[in-house]
């Protein structure tokens, strides 16, 4: 009898963690301990446990969003929220222009409206550590990094000219069921000027030196630390209140225990 409560409440657990790992639209990230690339110098971080949208924001989301949040309308937001070049690709307060897709990612949007928008769903926009964890993924393996194919494609997705103009989804989703973290557009993050690239140190300088000038041959090490280095260098010169034609964001939901 014991034995068979014991399998019952196993089976239970189960069957609640795959149903809680399933959550409608994001997709269950298990944390670790991990090296993050450029601009860390090789510290170790922790990622926990935590819960990420499979696909980016999309412009018709954001449009149920300032219907329901109108001081995040274009001619009602605040200037110090955002720029001149918030949703400038929409029409109007509720309508976008002709030219754009309802499922596509939505741009123009500043740190401080991705922020609101995230919070207001209950969720909150991923740290870089969270982000960068996610996204060294291919299909298959939860770090790929060291791949050449692995980096030589996202390198390929990041000269594409007008990216941000294609649909969701339309990328191969990684091993953790999360969609577009490369070859869409840059997302914005919670924490995205935490980290620097300023040159201004003798290692600083050495490494780009050796990335951008080195006369040997580019290997997988090369390829990775590129487009880490893009990465880290686009977050390093924003503005909470940018709004760029490239720049979109997802949110993440953290997992209480």
């Not at 971080?45 to 309308?73: G, H, R, S």
């Not at 692995?150 to 069921?177: D, H, M």
Request: aromatic residues 14%.
């Amino acid at each position: 009898m014991k034995s068979q409560a014991f399998r019952l409440l196993f089976v239970l657990l189960v069957f609640q963690t795959v149903l809680y790992s399933q959550s409608e639209g994001m997709a269950f990230i298990q944390g670790s301990r991990y090296i993050p690339l450029y601009g860390r110098d090789s510290t170790v971080v922790e990622v926990k446990d935590f819960e990420m949208d499979k696909y980016p924001v999309t412009n018709a989301e954001y449009v149920d969003f300032v219907k329901k949040y109108p001081k995040w309308q274009k001619s009602k937001v605040i200037k110090l929220f955002a720029d001149d070049s918030y949703l400038t690709n929409w029409k109007n307060d509720l309508e976008l222009k002709g030219s754009e897709n309802s499922s596509s990612p939505v741009t123009y949007v500043s740190w401080f409206a991705a922020k609101a928008y995230c919070e207001c769903q209950g969720k909150r926009l991923p740290t870089v550590d969270e982000w960068e964890y996610v996204a060294m993924a291919d299909e298959t393996t939860k770090d790929a990094r060291i791949k050449p194919s692995y980096n030589e494609q996202i390198l390929a997705w990041y000269e594409a000219p007008r990216s941000n103009e294609n649909l969701i989804g339309q990328t191969p989703k990684n091993v953790w069921g999360v969609f577009d973290l490369h070859g869409l557009v840059w997302e914005w993050t919670l924490d995205f000027n935490s980290v620097l690239i300023t040159g201004e140190s003798r290692k600083d300088v050495d490494k780009d030196s050796n990335l951008f000038c080195g006369s040997a041959a580019v290997n997988a090490t090369d390829l990775m630390n590129y487009a880490a280095f893009m990465r880290y260098a686009i977050r390093g010169s924003l503005k909470a209140k940018y709004s760029m034609k490239n720049l979109g964001f997802r949110c993440v939901k953290d997992i209480n225990e």
